[in-house]
């Protein structure tokens, strides 16, 4: 079990990189073994990530993962079963591994595939990955959405977080999610928190957020990822 959060929204609107430190912190309790950040205010963007160690104990695979140059980050929660399949058939094409798990074949997976590459993840992993190429944000869920994944609008863009209650840390996001309708309360520690919307948010394999060409686009647009 490992935690994920982040953002992404309009630049000039992006809160700073203390309050990055704070969400990530309160996901501590996911993974105590490592955390790590990527804040890229220029773009808007920033991914945090707490890491319970289970297949490469080393400090190769920290997290946020980064390729090209820090143009494409992730943070990644999860357990792909067919990872080691996936990584021969990347190697076949020429793809070299510096890392024993699975976050590094996820990352070239993408960089091989795109987003096609979801579709051959066999297992429970939920995802945040940032490609500064065509300024898109990529959440995914495994599609029986057996890891955790909240998002919700956030400053004409969007907080993300595998738990509601560290979306608490972004501060003034609490007046927009007590204003918030909620549905009939079942007792779970984030509808105590006064969170209970974000429960049923993010029921969809995959919601992108593009920037190409323009502005960020502030509206997922969603398809489904297997």
Not at 17 to 35: F, I, K, S, Y
Not at 85 to 95: A, M, S, Y
């Amino acid at each position: 079990m490992c935690g994920i959060a982040g953002w992404f929204v309009a630049p000039e609107s992006a809160p700073d990189q203390q309050a990055l430190q704070r969400v990530t912190r309160a996901l501590r309790h996911r993974g105590p073994d490592d955390a790590g950040t990527f804040f890229a205010p220029a773009d808007g963007v920033a991914l945090g990530h707490q890491r319970l160690s289970i297949i490469d104990l080393s400090s190769a695979s920290h997290q946020p993962m980064l390729a090209l140059d820090g143009q494409v980050a992730l943070a990644y929660n999860g357990e792909l079963y067919n990872f080691r399949e996936l990584r021969r058939e990347l190697e076949v094409v020429g793809e070299r591994f510096a890392t024993s798990g699975d976050t590094e074949v996820v990352l070239r997976a993408y960089l091989h595939w795109g987003v096609a590459a979801f579709a051959r993840f066999a297992g429970m992993f939920a995802l945040a990955l940032w490609d500064a190429r065509s300024g898109t944000l990529h959440l995914a869920r495994d599609a029986m959405g057996i890891k955790p994944l909240y998002w919700l609008p956030f400053r004409g863009g969007i907080a993300f977080a595998s738990e509601a209650r560290a979306l608490c840390g972004l501060g003034d996001l609490l007046a927009a999610l007590h204003a918030l309708t909620p549905p009939a309360a079942t007792g779970m520690p984030e509808e105590r928190l006064g969170l209970p919307r974000l429960r049923g948010l993010l029921r969809l394999a995959l919601r992108v957020l593009d920037a190409a060409g323009g502005e960020p686009a502030r509206t997922p647009s969603v398809s489904p990822a297997g």
